[in-house]
């Protein structure tokens, strides 16, 4: 596609419910990571995907988070029992080839409300 | 641990003002240091970036000035416009990383009043 896409836009999700965020990468992007935007605070990195492998999952706040990357292309955030601490704009980047000399195109976010 | 400090939070200019946004950091490792333009509902979108081996890079209107030892650098927006009205995030990156992870600032919401 054109650009990065990511779905859903919005979600509201009761407590302890479970979440899955998708997000389709630039075709022939290679590099892709996802970061999460809580109000008032920069971008937090969660994970970096080189096609279908995770060198990097550092970011990931607990172990109820977790991603996949399927056919070096689309891929999924997945939280767990989710909590309200949980809430915030999860945002997903895609790079040609990793590195920061390639810049990063990022999707319009999945704003994940949890009640 | 906050690696990358960013100031202020939010900051009003007129039309035809300077915007200046600053951005400290700690970890001496970092070598890039880019600048990221958000649009309500949008995601944020690469502005200009620099290397510490410069200490000013411009394009058009919008300048980033760096000070390797004082480990700081600064956005600064010349000719301030409405539409300049986003939030502006700085970003730091660490050579030894090869794959561009980010270390992002707090970001700044700037509003530009006609």
């Known amino acids: 596609g054109a650009g990065v896409s990511q779905s859903p836009s919005n979600k509201v999700t009761e407590k302890g419910k479970d979440v899955e965020l998708r997000c389709d990468p630039i075709?022939?992007?290679?590099?892709l990571y996802w970061y999460r935007q809580s109000l008032g605070q920069g971008l937090e990195f969660l994970i970096y995907f080189q096609g279908n492998s995770a060198p990097d999952k550092s970011g990931l706040p607990s172990d109820r988070f977790s991603a996949e990357r399927t056919g070096g292309s689309v891929s999924t955030l997945t939280i767990q029992r989710t909590q309200q601490e949980d809430s915030a704009v999860y945002l997903c980047?895609?790079?040609?080839?990793?590195?920061?000399?390639?810049?990063?195109?990022f999707g319009s976010g999945t704003r994940l409300t949890v009640v | 641990q906050q690696q990358v400090k960013q100031s202020p939070q939010s900051l009003i200019v007129q039309k035809g003002g300077i915007s200046i946004i600053n951005c400290a950091y700690e970890?001496?490792?970092?070598?890039?240091f880019p600048w990221y333009q958000q649009f309500p509902g949008k995601g944020p979108a690469l502005l200009i970036a620099i290397r510490p081996d410069v200490s000013e890079k411009k394009e058009g209107r919008f300048t980033i000035s760096f000070n390797k030892s004082a480990k700081q650098f600064s956005l600064h927006i010349m000719d301030s416009q409405p539409g300049d009205s986003a939030t502006y995030f700085c970003?730091?990156?660490?050579?030894?990383?090869?794959?561009?992870?980010?270390?992002f600032g707090q970001g700044t919401i700037l509003t530009v009043h006609p």
């Open positions: 980047a895609s790079s040609p080839r990793p590195g920061r000399n390639y810049g990063y195109t």
């Open positions: 075709s022939g992007h290679t590099a």
């Open positions: 970003a730091a990156s660490d050579g030894g990383t090869s794959y561009g992870k980010l270390t």
């Open positions: 970890n001496t490792a970092f070598d890039y």
